[in-house]
């Protein structure tokens, strides 16, 4: 349990002043121990997916004691089994998804998704806050709420500014820019060869006073310290860390296949 000011969820006092007063707050006091604590700090993303060659909580819990050896302050991962897995492995806060589904709201779709990562040991919940319906009708502050009735405060995972200032007029604790390049709004940026959307991080830095976090498509060091100068809170590095195929495919991107070198020439 978090507690904020008066013994208070810090969650429900978040939700209660948004509503009284119906802007999007500044009051660093609601920003809750467990985000204060990622300040400055680099976040890795371990997820594989049922088709990913690393699927499995034992692998994944594995991967989340390589990341923190190597300086990750927080560990971002998928599924109850996955967050209860790294929980048990690591001794760092897990930030937890349940991905259901491929199109439309897929992270943490719904109030019960939300409740299941919260139960699983998440310290943090990560959820879609884009303006899509969700599957089980619930708004993103139904989800806000049911978390928070739990001690944990919900990460935004956004594509845009506007869905940003909602979710923190919802309740959000956190705002991400993990789903820029991900909804049909925001596809131009996004794609294979798109970098991390710099300008939407930000243009949210400007707009709402929660930490906001950068998070997608960050594939070189250089980028992290990017988000930092831009103001970020913090930084997730997911695939360019975690999933080989990716790093691998970024390799053999490089070789050469016209034959330029004069390798198979000169082979004796
Ligand atoms: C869009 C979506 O579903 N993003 C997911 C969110 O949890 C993950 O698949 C990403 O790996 C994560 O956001 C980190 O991003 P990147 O792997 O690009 O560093």
Not at 107 to 112: D, K, L, N
Not at 122 to 150: C, E, I, N, Q, Y
Not at 154 to 168: K, N, P, Y
């Amino acid at each position: 349990m978090v507690d904020g000011p008066r013994g208070t969820c810090w969650t429900e006092q978040v939700v209660r002043t948004n509503i009284s007063d119906g802007t999007v707050r500044s009051d660093p006091l609601g920003t809750p121990e467990v985000l204060r604590r990622l300040r400055g700090k680099l976040i890795v993303s371990c997820q594989a997916l049922p088709h990913e060659a690393l699927h499995g909580s034992a692998l994944m819990a594995a991967m989340a004691r390589a990341v923190v050896e190597g300086g990750a302050a927080a560990v971002r991962c998928n599924s109850p089994e996955d967050i209860t897995a790294v929980t048990e492995t690591v001794p760092v806060p897990v930030i937890g998804l349940w991905k259901d589904g491929t199109d439309g709201v897929y992270i943490t779709p719904g109030v019960a998704h939300a409740v299941a990562v919260a139960e699983a040991g998440a310290a943090v919940v990560a959820a879609d806050a884009t303006d899509r319906p969700r599957p089980d009708g619930s708004a993103f502050a139904d989800l806000v709420a049911a978390a928070g009735r739990r001690g944990v405060p919900v990460l935004a995972d956004v594509a845009t500014v506007r869905e940003g200032a909602a979710a923190v007029r919802a309740g959000a604790a956190a705002v991400s820019t993990t789903l820029s390049g991900y909804t049909p709004e925001t596809a131009a940026r996004g794609g294979p060869d798109a970098g991390p959307d710099m300008e939407l991080l930000s243009a949210l830095v400007a707009e709402v006073r929660v930490p906001v976090i950068a998070e997608g498509r960050i594939a070189e060091p250089g980028q992290v310290a990017e988000a930092l100068d831009r103001g970020a809170w913090a930084v997730v590095v997911g695939g360019a860390i975690t999933r080989p195929d990716q790093i691998t495919r970024r390799f053999a991107a490089a070789l050469r296949t016209d034959g330029a070198d004069g390798a198979e020439d000169d082979a004796p």
